[in-house]
């Protein structure tokens, strides 16, 4: 590839691709928090992380006109993931105050939604945040979704199997815990990947040439 091609070149994988690779599983410890007794402890460890992972679950609507709160946050250190059930706990203000913090560096994907969601029901004006869906594109990463982006750079599967069910059930199975606990903490997977220099995009196997923008022909 000349240095010309390779200025236009992107990183893409189809979703074929990366439906096909092997599952990733959260590997971590994951504390439900259901109870404003079991606040303190989280914040005390959340505050404590040199950095967190960021996600949202909403109950899945399948009425027209029908739509759900947030009903889960999702906040991921290194090693743990802490799962807020707002729909039973609310938005205390030691939550609100994690979020709002401009100094506790914080990395979600798409966090314009879920920041908008959030709003609906708690006044709250995030701040520290690193949205990865921009980030990425500073790797020639052309993908924006979590499962493409954790695809490219770990040859791994996140299964959305869980997205659509009910996260206001009055137990969250294992499954459903897996899976939000992993979509926090791959977006720390992905930023310390990107950010340490262990993704090159010329050597991707994902690089590729976009067609080339059509021309039209001057008018005789």
């Known amino acids: 590839m000349t240095a010309e091609e390779y200025q236009r070149a992107i990183v893409t994988i189809s979703k074929e691709t990366a439906g096909s690779l092997p599952a990733a599983d959260y590997q971590g410890d994951i504390i439900v928090v259901d109870s404003l007794e079991k606040l303190p402890s989280a914040v005390e460890e959340l505050k404590k992380a040199p950095i967190i992972g960021?996600?949202?679950?909403?109950?899945p609507s399948f009425r027209k006109g029908q739509q759900f709160n947030v009903a889960l946050?999702?906040?991921a250190t290194p090693s743990c993931c802490f799962l807020f059930r707002t729909n039973l706990i609310g938005y205390p203000k030691e939550l609100i105050d994690i979020?709002?913090?401009?100094?506790?560096?914080?990395v979600g994907l798409s966090i314009h939604d879920d920041f908008h969601?959030?709003?609906r029901v708690a006044e709250i004006e995030p701040q520290g945040f690193i949205d990865l869906q921009n980030y990425v594109k500073e790797f020639k990463i052309a993908?924006?979704?979590?499962?493409?982006?954790?695809?490219?750079l770990f040859g791994r599967r996140i299964s959305k199997g869980q997205r659509l069910t009910n996260w206001e059930a009055q137990e969250l199975s294992e499954l459903q815990q897996g899976y939000a606990a992993l979509d926090a903490a791959a977006c720390i997977d992905i930023?310390?990947?990107?950010?340490?220099?262990?993704?090159?995009?010329?050597?991707?196997p994902y690089l590729t040439l976009p067609p080339?923008?059509?021309?039209?022909?001057p008018e005789a």
């Open 212 to 217: 080339e923008p059509e021309t039209q022909s």
């Open 99 to 106: 979020l709002e913090d401009p100094d506790k560096l914080k």
């Open 143 to 152: 993908d924006c979704s979590l499962t493409r982006v954790y695809g490219i």
């Open 73 to 75: 946050i999702q906040l």
């Open 117 to 119: 969601n959030l709003r």
């Open 191 to 204: 930023y310390e990947f990107l950010k340490g220099g262990k993704f090159n995009p010329q050597t991707s």
């Open 54 to 59: 960021f996600d949202t679950e909403t109950r």
